[in-house]
């Protein structure tokens, strides 16, 4: 049962332009959200996060918006640079448990 | 290089077989987390333990089985091997019991022939 999807497997965009990412989820007790960025053969990086109580959270390049109601998130990289050429899973917690449930990724090219 | 160090790098066995997964996590960090990630499947979390103790169990199967010890590092034991075990494993820490961002490992791949 995947309470968190990620429905599109791959993305392609020009360099400096922006990249959306997203991500859906099914657990309405789902509280604490984070992205994470992975590398070939290196452990995913975490990039990102938010709590429910926030609507987006800003950090550099990188922001994060949460919709409560639609049970959606999505991660904006702007300016999109070829170094974010990675496969990038979000990531959901419930606020009573310790466990991470993880979408299947989406690998993202930026083309210089 | 996030910190947590996973040994070995791969691993080649045969059906049947027992292996056992190493992971140390990062300094000062008392939790660790076990990770499987099949082929185009997103990470399924197996196991936490918080300072040698059990604290969440994901999808782990009666075969596998872990452990933390005293110095903290872990250990991912799988035993009576199927193709099917055949996968990446990491090992993930962080400082808290939940809800903090977790360091993972540059993972252990495993082959089972």
């Known amino acids: 049962d995947q309470q968190v999807k990620q429905n599109s497997p791959s993305l392609s965009v020009q360099e400096g332009r922006i990249s959306i990412l997203n991500c859906d989820y099914t657990n309405s007790m789902f509280d604490y959200f984070l992205w994470y960025k992975k590398y070939p053969a290196e452990g995913p990086t975490f990039l990102i996060s938010?709590?429910?109580?926030?609507d987006k959270n800003e950090d550099g390049r990188f922001t994060v918006f949460l919709n409560k109601s639609a049970k959606h998130l999505s991660l904006h990289i702007v300016p999109s640079q070829p170094g974010d050429s990675a496969v990038y899973f979000c990531a959901a917690s419930l606020n009573t448990g310790n466990q991470f449930y993880f979408g299947t990724g989406t690998s993202l090219t930026v083309i210089p | 290089d996030s910190g947590v160090t996973q040994t070995p790098k791969h691993l080649i066995t045969a059906t049947g077989q027992r292996v056992t997964l190493r992971c140390s996590p990062r300094?000062?960090?008392?939790?660790v987390y076990w990770y499987q990630q099949s082929l185009d499947q997103g990470l399924q979390f197996l196991i936490q333990?918080?300072?040698?103790?059990?604290?969440a169990k994901g999808n782990i199967l009666e075969r596998f089985s872990a452990q933390q010890f005293p110095d903290l590092h872990s250990e991912l034991n799988l035993s009576s091997l199927e193709l099917g075990d055949s996968a990446l494993y990491f090992c993930a820490s962080s400082v808290g019991n939940r809800r903090y961002e977790q360091y993972f490992g540059p993972g252990t791949r495993l082959t089972v022939t």
């Open positions: 300094s000062g960090d008392l939790s």
């Open positions: 938010i709590s429910s109580i926030k």
């Open positions: 333990y918080y300072n040698g103790e059990e604290r």
